[in-house]
């Protein structure tokens, strides 16, 4: 049985006051909060095993190394990758989409096309971007409707045989959109470009299987799924990896080194220079153990019973725009809002001295702000350790704040 208060309790942050008031936390998309689980999986890496891996024939440097690439193992059994050598421990989702954009600078010519969506985070944009400066390529976009959904008429016509690369994320950070990736994919593969697919705000939600959609690259970062910061996933299929040069040069990434030539290391090391995040691929490892032990069915459904609640609750307050699809089964627990004549930061700053945590602005999603004429909005967005009592705690705070603002 999905208990939400026994799982408030395996979140010890949830039970602090800020500003005097209970927090709520609604800013979810931006980070998620951590269970004592992934918080003990730290504690004792640094206690007990702390060493450096790979290299080392010690006793710590062997547990280390081996608590690491189980964590490996975890990843590639939750999205269903075939090998485990096709996940590539990164920084996070940013560097994940680098490092293949990287990778396309030797493979991309002058006038070939890569397509992104117009729900693009900056970070699934400016390496893009970045990458057709630098090789003279193309970048295209699949155009929004008014409710935030892809145009995919206008995808069809985008598509050509000088599309190389298609870049979309799987749930919108802004909007809370699911995009339709399967149909984007398939399209894709039959005019034989690559598909990535930004899952940093799906993977906190549902669990995607990377052979099922049949998906080149696939990126996410463990802090929006309860681990920590600062370490995330690449997942590419061998083909693909086995075709990109090396992201980064040095230690571990090599298999011969001399001043006349280095020779790399075979997958997944090839593109994992130095030091790596040791502590945050295993908590990283302990987040996947724990959400999968909620259940991620038990995950959807609570959180889908938060969207429509809250979407319900904000409705009753007059001037209210809520952006995003008006179908909540083709979106995320996320609900992005304005209230009419009032800026979303003052929404924000006065609740927040109500104790309740919710992001505002462009949301690193500037195009989307710009399709809608507006300087940002209110992100209010959930996960399956929220309650409907906030939300309520929520709605009243932001009515209070609109009668002063007023």
């Not at 590639?76 to 996070?92: L, W």
């Not at 959807?300 to 179908?327: C, F, N, S």
Request: glycine share 8%.
């Amino acid at each position: 049985m999905f208990d939400v208060q026994k799982i408030r309790a395996q979140f010890p942050i949830l039970s602090q006051t800020v500003n005097g008031k209970p927090l709520v936390y609604f800013d979810n998309g931006a980070t998620s909060q951590k269970p004592q689980a992934v918080i003990d999986s730290i504690v004792e890496y640094y206690s007990k095993y702390n060493a450096n891996i790979h290299r080392g024939v010690h006793t710590l440097s062997q547990l280390a190394t081996d608590a690491y690439e189980q964590a490996r193992f975890k990843i590639q059994k939750h999205f269903n990758a075939k090998d485990s050598y096709e996940i590539i421990f990164t920084s996070g989702t940013t560097e994940s989409v680098n490092l293949v954009a990287n990778g396309f600078a030797s493979l991309l010519h002058k006038d070939d096309e890569i397509i992104v969506s117009a729900l693009e985070h900056h970070s699934n944009i400016v390496p893009w971007q970045m990458l057709c400066e630098h090789t003279g390529a193309i970048l295209k976009v699949i155009p929004m409707n008014i409710h935030g959904e892809l145009i995919m008429d206008e995808y069809d016509t985008l598509l050509t045989n000088k599309t190389k690369l298609v870049c979309c994320n799987h749930i919108s950070n802004a909007l809370g959109v699911l995009n339709p990736i399967e149909e984007i994919i398939q399209k894709a593969h039959a005019v034989g470009a690559a598909v990535l697919i930004d899952g940093a705000q799906s993977c906190p939600h549902i669990k995607p299987d990377v052979q099922a959609l049949d998906v080149d690259f696939y990126v996410t970062s463990a802090h929006k799924m309860c681990g920590p910061t600062g370490v995330g996933m690449l997942y590419g299929k061998e083909e693909w990896l086995r075709k990109l040069p090396p992201y980064k040069g040095g230690g571990e990434m090599i298999a011969t080194v001399t001043f006349e030539k280095t020779t790399y290391a075979d997958l997944p090391h090839k593109f994992e220079a130095g030091t790596p995040n040791i502590c945050g691929g295993i908590a990283f490892g302990a987040a996947i153990d724990y959400m999968n032990e909620v259940g991620f069915d038990n995950i959807a459904k609570h959180e889908h019973e938060l969207l429509e609640y809250g979407t319900k609750r904000l409705q009753e307050i007059e001037g209210v725009t809520i952006y995003g699809p008006t179908d909540l089964t083709k979106k995320a627990s996320v609900i992005s809002f304005n209230i009419e004549n009032i800026h979303p930061y003052d929404i924000g700053t006065i609740i927040d001295k109500l104790g309740i945590a919710v992001r505002t602005g462009h949301h690193c999603a500037q195009p989307i702000m710009d399709f809608f004429k507006i300087p940002g909005t209110i992100r209010a967005s959930f996960a399956f350790y929220n309650t409907k009592e906030e939300i309520d705690i929520f709605v009243e705070a932001v009515k209070k704040a609109k009668m002063m603002l007023s």
